[in-house]
C-alpha cells in the first residue's frame, strides 16, 4: 500500500467538498478548485475526512494512488489557507514594479519585460522581492518558475531573479596566469 496514498485528508471547517464519479470539486473560502478522479482510484469523503484507495495493485493504479490523494491533499490546503512563493531580484539597477494585472521588469536588457499574471495568481511587490499567491499550488509553482526563467540567476555576480532562501553555487571567474 503506498505510504502517502493510504493516509486520510482531514477536511477544516468552512471547507466544503463534492466527490462525483468523474471529478472532485473542493470549495472553501479562498475559492474553488476541481480535479478530475483518475481511472483506477476511488475518492470517498467519510464524516470529516477523505480517504483515497485503488481498485488493484498494478503498477498503474499503484502509481496514481499516491498522486491522487497529494492533488485532493493540495486542493484542500489551497481553499483554505492558499499558497504563495517569493522571488527576489538581485543586481544593480534590476528593479520590478506591479501595473495592474502584469509584472514590469528592468532586469539588465535594452528593452523592458512584461509578464502579464494568470487568472487566479495574485502578485505583490515590496523593494525587490516578488510573493506569487493563489490557490492552485501547480499555477503558483509554474507562474514562480516563468517569472525566475525571465533572468535565471547567473554562477559568477549571483545577477538574475531567484527563490527566497535559493542557493546560487558561485564560480570563481578569470584566474590570470601564473608568475
Known sequence: ???????????PSGVTITVDPDWITVSGSKGTLTQFTMPGVMVKQEENQIIVTRENDEPQNRAKHGLMRTLVANMVEGVSKGFEKKLELNGVGFRVALAGNSLRFNI???HEVNYTLPQGVTATVEQNVITVSGI??????QVAAEIRALKKPEPYKGKGIKYV?????RKSGKSGKDK
Not at 1 to 11: A, C, E, N, Q
Not at 136 to 141: A, E, L, P, R, Y
Not at 165 to 169: A, N
Open 1 to 11: 500500500m503506498s505510504r502517502i496514498g493510504k493516509l486520510p485528508i482531514d477536511i
Open 108 to 110: 539588465g536588457f535594452s
Open 136 to 141: 492552485s499550488k501547480q499555477q503558483v509553482g
Open 165 to 169: 532562501g535559493e542557493r546560487i553555487i
